[in-house]
Every structure is written in C-alpha cells, then in structure tokens.
C-alpha cells in the first residue's frame, strides 16, 4: 500500500510536470536545461518533465502603472510636483522575460524621466493648457525607448501638475491682480460710456433747444409779418371808405368834424398826462390847424 501511494503521487507529479495550462489572459515563458525554448500562448501544452520548465508568466492584459509624484523644475525656473499614469502590453514574453529585469519598475522610472525631460521644456502656464501634447510627447518618448523590452506604451495621461506653496501664492496674488484689473478697466469703460451717453444728451437737448427757438423765432416773424399785412389791408381799406365817404354830399363836413373830435380828445389826453402847462393863448391856434386840415381834404378830393 505504502509502494502504491509513492507511485501515484510520482505519476501525479510527472503528470503536471508534463502537462501546461496557459490561461487566456497570459503567456508562459518555458526553459528547456535552463535555455530559452519556446513562448506558451493559451491553451493546453505538454512539456518534458525535468527538462523544460516555467521560467515566467506576463501578463498579456493592458497594464496599469501609477507614476509617483515626482518635483520638476518648468522652463521659467518653477519648480512643481507631477504624478501620472502610464498604460502598458506586453507584446513579446521573451523580450520582456530576457530584455530588461522588471519591465514594470523600469516602465516606472523611464516614464519619471522623461517626464522631468519634457516638463524642463515647458513653462508653467504651458504645462496645463498643453497637457494633451505632453502626453503624446511623453508616450512617444518611452515607446521608442522600450521597444527591446517587448513592451508596448499605449497612452500616458499626467494625472496632477501641483505648483509648490509659494507658487500657488503668487499665482494667486497675480490672478487677484488681473481680476482687480479686469474690475477697473469695466468701470473705467462703464464711466466712460456715461458720460459719452451724458453728452449724447445735452448735445441732443442742445439741438432740440435752439430747433425750438428757431421755430418760435419763425412764428414769432410770420405772426408779426401776417399782422402788419392785416393791418395795412385794414388801413388801406380804410382809407378806401374815407375816400369814398369824402365824395358823397356833406362828407367833407363829416370828416371835418371826426378830425376835430379826435384832434380835441388826443388833445385832453396829452394835456392830463403832461407835466407841461399850456397857456390859454396857444388855443387859437386849434383854427390854423383845422384850415389846414380843410385844404388838405380839398387836394385829396381834387387829385381824385
């Protein structure tokens, strides 16, 4: 029984050095006497036992590497902490079992160098707004640099640009200065507006004055003009009825006799607001005036 139980843990121990399983997401590296033979892909493969062996399993997956935080100094002498993501495949099990010891920490450190490389070439304001050709830049850089270790970088992606303390004070003292700047040149704006508006304005009610001042001098004009034509017609016509008055029978004497009573009134008027006396002799005077008058009538008469 004893006998029994050694051979069938020796057939069970020939048995699974015999036979390879290689599952889906890996590939074995097997060392036939401690020299490379071959690179296992998935599925079942049978080995010579104590002669061929698992010298190392990859895994053929995309792989994941975080980047540490790393200080690196920007081109405008900056110094800032980057930490990042490199996304690697391992595209050839024997490149990368006999190429390079640990492909992974030297993925690692590759990528912590150029990064530092690529970041001394950009300024600090350069680092964030072009970060997606950092990133092609630094994938490019490490692909070609890994290529013997039969590795493929896929894609790196800078994760964190942090400035240090003193930095970030300053970039904050220069942003609250640009906004102040920002504050003064919209009020600056703001003022300058109203008083372009203010001025619109009073140019605009300056012109609406002196319209109305023109028109209120026209009308003023038209009114004076359209009553000295008024009373010249009514003048004119007067002096038409007079005319005609003078011609009929006893029309002299009227006229006579309305100048005398107009001469008379005019003549009281004058004599109370004066502060002049008049002397009683200067009455007879009044006949010489109405002979006058009679003469005048008579050559109006005569030349009609």
């Known amino acids: 029984m004893f006998i029994f139980t050694l051979v069938l843990l020796g057939f069970l121990f020939i048995l699974v050095k015999l036979i390879l399983i290689v599952e889906m ?31 190392y399993r990859h895994e053929t997956r995309e792989q994941v590497l975080d980047i540490p935080a790393q200080s690196c100094i920007s081109k405008d002498n900056i110094q800032i902490d980057v930490d990042g993501l490199v996304y690697i495949k391992v595209m050839d099990g024997a490149k990368a079992s006999y190429g390079i010891e640990d492909y992974r920490r030297a993925s690692i450190n590759l990528a912590q160098t150029t990064m530092r490389s690529e970041i001394g070439k950009l300024s600090l304001s350069e680092t964030f707004s072009e970060r997606d050709t950092l990133n092609e830049t630094i994938v490019r850089e490490i692909d070609k640099a890994s290529d013997p270790w039969g590795i493929k970088v896929l894609r790196y992606e800078v994760r964190n640009i942090t400035p240090s303390l003193n930095v970030i004070h300053t970039l904050e003292k220069q942003m ?129």
Request: charged residues 30%; aromatic residues 4%.
């Open 25 to 55: 997401r890996e590939v074995c590296v097997i060392e036939r006497l401690g020299k490379f033979r071959a690179v296992m892909q998935p599925g079942l493969h049978f080995l010579i036992p104590f002669f061929d062996r698992v010298a």
């Open 176 to 304: 609250e200065a640009e906004r102040s700047k920002r504050a003064e040149i919209t009020l600056a704006n703001a003022a300058r507006d109203s008083m372009i508006n203010l001025s619109e304005g009073d140019r605009q009610e300056a012109i609406n004055l002196s319209e109305g001042d023109k028109q209120k001098q026209i009308n003023e004009a038209e009114g004076r003009a359209k009553e000295i034509e008024i009373i010249a017609e009514a003048t004119a016509q007067g002096m038409t009825l007079i005319a005609e008055a003078a011609n009929t029978p006893c029309g002299d004497d009227a006229i006579k006799m309305r100048l005398m009573q107009e001469f008379i009134q005019q003549t009281g008027a004058v004599l109370d607001k004066a502060d002049v006396s008049i002397l009683p002799a200067e009455i007879a005077k009044l006949e010489g005036f109405f002979e006058g008058m009679d003469k005048v009538t008579t050559a109006v008469q005569g030349a009609k």
